[in-house]
């Protein structure tokens, strides 16, 4: 027997698509905090945004990059309230090379958050507290 025949068929999860955030598109967000990558993230109309050049507690305008699914891409475009953290970054090249992307942080912020990251994947790969 076919699955139609008995009732059976392929349903979407979710329901209806929600449309896609078109690229390039500007969007003001308020960062909540910072993704183990040290992108800032932001969460508006049931989509996580992953934001480049942001840091927890700002609010800033990005520009998306891309978007898939519930996740959007975005650059830092203007910051209109800066984090008390923020510094210039030292390297002329950052947020252009890719290498360093928290060089806007202290030091020792860049160190506690590399410290939060190891031990976020630690306790969730390896199951170490």
Same mark, same amino acid.
């Given at each position: 027997? /076919?699955?139609?025949?008995? *009732?059976?068929?392929?349903?979407?999860?979710?329901?209806?698509?929600?449309?896609?955030?078109?690229?390039?598109?500007?969007?003001?967000?308020?960062?909540?905090?910072? +993704?183990?990558? *040290?992108?800032?993230?932001?969460?508006?109309?049931?989509?996580?945004?992953?934001?480049?050049? /942001?840091?927890?507690?700002?609010?800033?305008?990005?520009?998306?990059?891309?978007?898939?699914?519930?996740?959007?891409?975005?650059?830092?475009?203007?910051?209109?309230? /800066?984090?008390?953290?923020?510094?210039?970054?030292?390297?002329?090249?950052?947020?252009?090379?890719?290498?360093?992307?928290?060089?806007?942080?202290?030091?020792?912020?860049?160190?506690?958050?590399?410290?939060?990251?190891? +031990?976020?994947?630690?306790?969730?790969?390896?199951?170490?507290?």
């Amino acid at each position: 027997m /076919a699955k139609q025949e008995r *009732g059976l068929r392929f349903q979407p999860a979710g329901g209806t698509k929600a449309p896609q955030v078109p690229t390039g598109k500007k969007q003001r967000l308020s960062i909540e905090r910072l +993704a183990n990558d *040290g992108r800032g993230i932001a969460f508006i109309e049931g989509r996580t945004w992953f934001v480049s050049g /942001a840091l927890a507690g700002e609010e800033v305008e990005a520009r998306v990059l891309g978007a898939h699914g519930k996740v959007v891409e975005a650059r830092t475009e203007r910051v209109f309230t /800066a984090s008390a953290s923020r510094r210039e970054a030292p390297c002329k090249l950052a947020g252009k090379c890719g290498g360093c992307s928290v060089q806007h942080l202290p030091h020792d912020e860049q160190l506690a958050l590399k410290q939060r990251m190891l +031990a976020e994947q630690l306790t969730r790969v390896a199951g170490v507290e």
